[in-house]
C-alpha cells in the first residue's frame, strides 16, 4: 500500500489543513507578491505555516503551489520559475513532515490556470496538458505523496490537468475538488452528481468541494456527492464563513467553533477527509480535530437522498465568457489570499 492507501485505511475522519494565501498575508506578503516565490525567499515564514497546521492535527498538508503552473506564473512574468518554486515547495514541505515526526502526506497543490479552454476561452487543451504536466512533474520530483487539484470550475481543465499529471506521474494518487460557488454549481455549471461520476471515472482517489461560499453550501455539495456515490472518499474544505467584502478586502467571520460544527456536519453527510479554505488557520483546524475527536461517531445519521430535480446537463452560467473569466480570476486571486482591490 502507499501513504495514502494506509492513511485511507485508518478509520474515522481525516483531517486536512487550513488556508496558506490568508496565513502569507497575514505573515506580510504584500498585495502583488506572488505567494509561490516566498518557498524561496521564505521558507521559514512557509515551513513554519505548515507547521501549524501538522500541530493542529492536519494529516494531509498542501504545498504553496496553488498559483504555480506556468499560467498563473506568466502574468508576473515569471514562467519559467515553475520547476524551481514547485520542486522547492515539495521538498520544504517534506522536510517539515519529516521533521514533525508524524504520519503526514505531502500533498503537491494545482490550482485552476486561470483561463477558459478554446473554443470558449483562449487555453489550447493540449497547451494546458503540457502547463499542469510541467508543475505536477517538479512537486513528484520534490517528493509530492499525492497530488491535489482544487478550486476548479471546469471539468475540461480537470482532464487537462488529470492528463498532464499522468503524462509524468503516472501511479501518483490524484485528489480532486471543485468549487460549487454558484447556485449549487460551479461557475461552469457543474454539479456536485456530475463532479462526482466524471472524476471517479477518471480515476481520481477522492473528490470533492472546497473554497466556495461558506459551510452550508459546501454542506449541501457533500450531501449530494454521497448520495451519488456514497463509498467515494469525499474531501470538505470551506472557506471559514462567506467571503464579506469590507473596504474591498475579502473578511472571513466563521470562528474556530462554528468552523468545529461545520466539521461535525460534513463528517456525517458523508465527508472523510476534511479541512478548511480561505479565512482558515491553524486555530480552525484544531478546533475542528478536536470536535471529531470527541464527538460520538458512530451515531452518524443515514445520508439524505439526493435532492429531486437536480438538473443533469452541464450549463454554463449566463453571462459572456469574459465574466466568467473575471470572476474566475477574482475568486483564484481570493483563495489565493490576494486581498487587495481588484479591477473588476
Ligand atoms: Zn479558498
Known sequence: MNKWQTLLAQPGPLMADGAMGTQLFAAGLQFGDPPETWNVLHPDVVRGIQRRYIEAGAQIVLTNTFGGSRFRLAML????????????????????????????????????????????????????????????????????????????????????????????????????????????????????????????????????????????????????????????????????????????????????????????DVYRAGARIIGACCGSSPDHIRAMAESLRSADLSAAPPPPAAPAGAPPAERPEAGAASDRAARRQARAARHAGDEGPRSE
Open 77 to 264: 512574468n515569471l514562467q519559467s520559475r515553475v520547476s524551481e518554486l514547485n520542486r522547492t515547495a515539495a521538498i520544504l514541505l517534506r522536510a517539515e513532515v519529516e521533521a514533525s515526526g508524524r504520519n503526514v502526506l505531502v500533498a503537491g497543490d494545482i490550482g485552476p490556470s486561470g483561463d477558459i479552454l478554446a473554443p470558449v476561452g483562449t487555453l489550447e487543451y493540449a497547451d494546458a496538458v503540457a502547463g499542469f504536466a510541467e508543475q505536477a512533474e517538479a512537486l513528484a520530483a520534490g517528493g509530492a505523496d499525492v497530488l491535489w487539484i482544487e478550486t476548479m470550475s471546469s471539468l475540461e481543465e480537470i482532464q487537462a490537468a488529470f492528463e498532464g499529471v499522468r503524462r509524468v506521474a503516472p501511479e501518483i494518487p490524484v485528489i480532486t475538488t471543485m468549487s460549487f460557488d454558484t447556485h449549487g454549481r460551479t461557475m461552469m455549471g457543474v454539479t456536485p452528481e456530475q463532479a462526482l461520476q466524471a472524476l471517479t471515472e477518471r480515476g481520481a482517489a477522492a473528490v470533492g468541494a472546497n473554497c466556495g461560499n461558506g459551510t452550508d453550501e459546501l454542506l449541501a455539495a457533500i450531501q449530494r456527492m454521497h448520495a451519488a456515490g456514497p463509498r467515494v472518499p469525499l474531501v470538505a474544505k470551506s472557506n471559514a464563513g462567506m467571503p464579506e467584502l469590507v473596504s474591498g478586502k475579502a473578511v472571513y467571520r466563521a470562528t474556530p467553533d462554528v468552523m468545529a460544527c461545520y466539521a461535525l
